[in-house]
């Protein structure tokens, strides 16, 4: 199975900051790497497919880079209804695994 | 608008039954992958079943293989999760998930989720 371990696995930030989330995979996944939003309560929601591909309809602030076994996933300006858990999950390979999550608070 | 209606759940004793049903509506049910992913209280995600669009291909990671069965009736537009010999482990809330296009994919659409509780 292909491991994914996420980074940090909580942080706080201000409103405004400049917020990084790194995902490392245990083997190649090319860019098969997805990002998901999960508020408190509520179903995840897809972000970023492909590494680096925006949803349609979800906010310019959130990004993602990478390939191979390194990608990092960005919210330029944190916004305050940012908060909650992201996860990255790959889909190079079954089983389709997620990272622990990092769960995004305000300061 | 694409809607994932989750049902079923519900408390069960160890070594019982359970079936998850997953109402399908807002899209063309049958032309879609399908998955259910649960999340134990507290913790991440886990991806526990995929099956294509037909039904003719179903894939399970080793933690539930043998135990549970994923199933879909393209006529009803509902995906089905047959929970066998549950475990304390298996309780999680479960989710039902609209695959963007084959299991090895992204999920694009969530279900709410339906809670299971394996306890004596």
């Known amino acids: 199975d292909i491991q994914m371990t996420q980074s940090p696995s909580s942080l706080s930030a201000s409103v405004g900051d400049r917020v990084t989330i790194t995902c490392q995979a245990s083997?190649?996944?090319?860019?098969?790497l997805n990002w998901y939003q999960q508020k408190p309560g509520k179903a995840p929601k897809l972000l970023i497919y492909?590494?680096?591909n925006l949803e349609t309809g979800v906010p310019s602030r959130f990004s993602g880079s990478g390939s191979g076994t390194d990608f990092t996933f960005t919210i330029s300006s944190l916004q305050p209804e940012d908060i909650g858990t992201y996860y990255c999950?790959?889909?190079?390979?079954?089983?389709?695994?997620f990272g622990g999550g990092t769960k995004v608070e305000i300061k | 608008e694409v809607r994932l209606v989750d049902s079923g759940g519900g408390l069960v004793q160890p070594g019982g039954s359970l079936r998850l049903s997953c109402a399908a509506s807002?899209?063309?049910?049958?032309?879609?992958?399908m998955s259910w992913v649960r999340q134990a209280p507290g913790k991440g995600l886990e991806w526990v079943s995929g099956?294509?669009?037909?039904?003719?291909?179903?894939y399970y990671p080793e933690s539930v293989k043998g135990r549970f069965s994923i199933s879909r009736d393209n006529s009803k537009n509902t995906l089905y999760l047959q929970m066998n010999s549950l475990r304390a482990e298996d309780t999680a809330l479960y989710y039902c998930?609209?695959?963007?296009?084959?299991?090895?994919?992204?999920?694009?659409?969530w279900g709410q989720g339906t809670l299971v509780t394996v306890s004596s």
């Open positions: 998930a609209k695959l963007r296009a084959a299991v090895t994919s992204l999920f694009d659409y």
């Open positions: 807002g899209f063309t049910f049958r032309s879609y992958a």
């Open positions: 099956i294509s669009s037909s039904g003719g291909t179903t």
């Open positions: 083997q190649d996944i090319s860019k098969y």
């Open positions: 492909d590494a680096s």
């Open positions: 999950q790959q889909y190079e390979n079954l089983p389709l695994t």
